[in-house]
């Protein structure tokens, strides 16, 4: 793109019309988003601003590698390498989903709990950290708790690492399948925004998202509960009682997931929360102590072979009907 002697706004208006014609969703949001950035700003409003100024040789530059990357589709949080959730500031490559809006009402349902339990002390884990985002905004809420976060990809582990450490905060990282390596460890809260789009449907996505976006975040199987169920398996069994299992869930997935885990036994509590959109996606289960003081719950019942546990792993996955 010939980007020479335009201003901010010409190359903007330019840009936009470009990726509005190749079906670039947001296309003007998006373009705000990386003038503030490359202006080092983080209020949107600096890009309009700066319509009538015209950029620096670099910044020209920096302008035309990333409107090559907008234009494939490539979303804009990873042609910056970051993002924002809950406020605070999160590195992003492709190793890592970019952190939802969605997601925040998961961290929200989580710190209120947290929050009851008097917020010090406690255990938490995050299961599939990816950036970390749930990970860090719990530990950056809560500093007296004791965070650590699991992902089966050393790469995303690497990624919530470093936003650990970038915004101050102590989260322990374990590479595990599901809860492998945390066997035998009890939590007091376990959050997880899990896979949980259907195979099938993971080729349907905006190619913003599918072609883009690691699959292993995606993907929860033929009917994208197959990592959720196996998590309310193993899940149940890692809580120290009393104890919550709060889990974000795919639009239509959060009345059978409160089915699945009201079948463990003693059954939890379980309430259903809807996103900032309407849509009802986080599901919290809090299991009471029991009368033995901290013994954590049965497993679910058996599942149907669709959903049951990978074999060896000695546990039975729930059949979330
Ligand atoms: C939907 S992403 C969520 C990432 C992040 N927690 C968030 O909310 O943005 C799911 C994450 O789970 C991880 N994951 C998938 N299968 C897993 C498994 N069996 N055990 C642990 N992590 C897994 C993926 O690598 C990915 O980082």
Request: with cysteine; glycine share 8%; hydrophobic share 40%.
């Amino acid at each position: 793109m010939q980007t020479d002697c335009q201003t901010w706004g010409k190359m903007s208006d330019a840009l936009v019309s470009r990726m509005e014609a190749r079906g670039v969703d947001d296309a003007r949001g998006k373009v705000r988003w990386l003038v503030s950035s490359l202006l080092e700003s983080r209020s949107l409003s600096a890009a309009d601003m700066a319509r009538g100024q015209v950029p620096s040789p670099a910044q020209s530059a920096r302008f035309a590698e990333a409107a090559a990357r907008l234009l494939r589709h490539e979303p804009v949080q990873y042609v910056l390498g970051e993002t924002e959730f809950y406020g605070l500031p999160f590195s992003v490559s492709p190793a890592v989903l970019i952190p939802r809006p969605e997601t925040e009402t998961l961290v929200e349902t989580a710190a209120a709990w947290l929050a009851e339990r008097g917020g010090k002390g406690l255990r938490v884990l995050d299961v599939g950290t990816g950036s970390g985002c749930i990970a860090v905004t719990l530990a950056k809420l809560f500093p007296a708790c004791e965070v650590t976060a699991l992902d089966i990809s050393p790469a995303a582990l690497e990624v919530a690492g470093r936003n650990a450490h970038r915004n101050g905060v102590a989260v322990r990282c374990l590479e595990s399948d599901l809860l492998s390596a945390v066997k035998g460890e009890r939590f007091d809260l376990i959050a997880s925004n899990p896979p949980y789009v259907a195979s099938a449907e993971c080729d349907t996505l905006s190619p913003t998202v599918r072609d883009f976006e690691p699959r292993g975040a995606l993907d929860g199987g033929p009917d994208g509960l197959r990592v959720i169920s196996r998590l309310a398996a193993e899940a149940a069994q890692g809580l120290r009682l009393p104890g919550a299992l709060v889990l974000e869930t795919g639009d239509g997935q959060a009345e059978s997931v409160s089915r699945c885990l009201q079948r463990i036994q003693p059954p939890p509590t379980v309430a259903v929360r809807c996103d900032c959109a309407g849509i009802p996606r986080i599901v919290r289960a809090v299991f009471p102590a029991d009368s033995a003081g901290s013994e954590p719950p049965d497993s679910p019942e058996p599942a149907p072979p669709a959903h049951a546990a990978r074999p060896g792993t000695g546990r039975r996955g729930c059949s979330p009907s």
